[in-house]
């Protein structure tokens, strides 16, 4: 990170459109991560019809490709800064963007500042945060990142933990920033923290006046090597079942509520200065009332996860799987519902090598094998897969921090 001064910020932020530049009297820090990097990715061993009533089982006519290409995941860039308020209370802020390194676009979205960017106040009973963020139950869990470069990556855990693995929705995915949101953050207590979030997104949906809503909470416990979580998250009309059934029909939300959620523990120990392992345990439910006859109603499984980490002098060694259930499932009007073939498994491999503190060439690989109908994506590159194919991933880069 770097501190820029006053000459330097209002060049920096004025080409990017902000007039308060030049009357800014807040201590600014200029930062971000770049790592772009060359990927070749295989999918193979699709399905040709799955047995979950649940799963989507549209064949794709590319069932089985394979290609080479750059991807920059989630390079970032961003400015945030404090000011003294007195009385120990700050105004905070921050600015983040994606940043495509490889085309000099802003990353997969076509919002500016589409990344964790806010403003709120912090002092001594905590702090209050307005804007678009991580939720809690991202933040807290799932915290040990591979190799540095796991964000947006296919080596991420997120799918396999934080999904389920029918259809392509991601509307109720408990890995995301939310918008509109309200965030609190408790001070560090003898090793405790609470957080909670309310959002109240915009839907894009049809539906008559759904009103969605999303609230998660957490606490977390860091003393010494030991770091421990539990965080839960409620999301209200975001329809993440019937958004994902096979027929337009069973997608038609008219008339529905929805009521999805998921619990979460995660414990992390750091055995030596040079090795670290984290393991997550989670359980997630999707759940709906007010539809028809054959209509999605219920869906539940659990999901799990472990990542060893160990450095050896300049070099770092990171391996991870993740595993999620094929779960239970019910339909409305007791119709005979199925959950057949829908759990997944991910296995990823890496090596990284510092050429300095903020610099670095790493490698990474990962498998990622589907049940006959399940569709869990980690595709870095632009893609669909019909159910049951299997991801294969291999990738070289370079990162760089500032």
């Given amino acids: 990170m770097k501190h820029v001064k006053k000459a330097g910020l209002v060049a920096v932020v004025a080409a990017f459109g902000l007039p308060w530049?030049?009357?800014?009297?807040?201590?600014?820090?200029?930062y971000g991560k770049l790592?772009?990097?060359?990927?070749?990715?295989?999918?193979?061993?699709?399905?040709?019809?799955?047995?979950?009533?649940?799963?989507?089982?549209?064949?794709?006519d590319n069932a089985s490709y394979s290609g080479t290409g750059m991807a920059s995941s989630n390079s970032k860039f961003g400015l945030k800064?404090?000011?003294?308020?007195?009385?120990?209370?700050?105004?905070?802020?921050?600015?983040?963007?994606?940043?495509?390194?490889?085309?000099?676009?802003?990353?997969?979205?076509?919002?500016?500042?589409?990344?964790?960017?806010?403003?709120?106040?912090?002092?001594?009973?905590?702090t209050i945060k307005f804007g678009q963020m991580d939720t809690p139950y991202k933040e807290l869990g799932d915290s040990l990142s591979f190799l540095g470069v796991s964000s947006g990556n296919f080596v991420a855990n997120s799918t396999i933990l934080s999904k389920h693995g029918f259809g392509t929705s991601s509307?109720?995915?408990?890995?995301?920033?939310?918008?509109?949101?309200?965030?609190?953050?408790?001070?560090?207590?003898?090793?405790?923290?609470?957080?909670?979030?309310?959002?109240?997104?915009?839907?894009?949906?049809?539906?008559?006046?759904?009103?969605?809503?999303?609230?998660?909470?957490?606490?977390?416990?860091?003393?010494?090597?030991?770091?421990?979580?539990?965080?839960?998250?409620?999301?209200?009309?975001?329809?993440?079942?019937?958004?994902?059934?096979?027929?337009?029909a069973q997608r038609d939300l008219t008339g529905k509520e929805a009521k999805d959620s998921a619990v979460r523990v995660t414990a992390g120990y750091r055995f030596t200065k040079s090795t670290r392992a984290e393991a997550n345990f989670a359980h997630l439910r999707l759940k709906e009332s007010g539809g028809p006859v054959g209509d999605f109603e219920s869906y539940r499984h659990n999901t799990w996860s472990l990542n060893i980490q160990h450095k050896i002098g300049a070099a770092t060694l990171q391996a991870s799987y993740a595993q999620a259930t094929a779960g239970s499932c019910t339909l409305v009007g007791d119709v005979?519902?199925?959950?057949?073939?829908?759990?997944?498994?991910?296995?990823?491999?890496?090596?990284?090598y510092a050429l300095s503190k903020r610099t670095f060439v790493y490698a990474i690989a990962s498998k990622l094998i589907n049940g006959e109908s399940a569709r869990f994506n980690t595709l870095s590159l632009d893609g669909d897969i019909s159910p049951g194919a299997d991801i294969t991933q291999v990738a070289v880069g370079l990162a760089h921090s500032f």
């Fill in 336 to 352: 005979e519902c199925s959950t057949s073939g829908l759990q997944g498994r991910q296995f990823n491999i890496g090596a990284s």
């Fill in 21 to 30: 530049a030049a009357q800014a009297e807040t201590s600014v820090t200029m």
């Fill in 171 to 248: 509307a109720s995915s408990f890995h995301l920033r939310r918008s509109n949101a309200i965030t609190y953050e408790s001070p560090k207590v003898n090793g405790f923290q609470f957080l909670a979030q309310y959002s109240k997104n915009t839907p894009d949906f049809t539906a008559d006046d759904p009103k969605p809503w999303v609230f998660s909470t957490g606490v977390l416990y860091e003393q010494g090597p030991l770091y421990l979580a539990l965080a839960y998250e409620y999301h209200k009309n975001l329809y993440g079942g019937s958004r994902n059934m096979p027929t337009s």
């Fill in 35 to 60: 790592y772009p990097q060359i990927v070749y990715g295989k999918v193979s061993g699709a399905s040709d019809a799955g047995t979950s009533s649940l799963s989507n089982q549209a064949r794709l």
């Fill in 81 to 126: 800064g404090s000011e003294d308020l007195g009385g120990n209370l700050k105004a905070i802020f921050q600015l983040e963007m994606n940043v495509g390194v490889n085309d000099g676009s802003g990353g997969s979205s076509s919002s500016m500042w589409n990344r964790n960017t806010f403003v709120g106040l912090q002092g001594d009973l905590g």
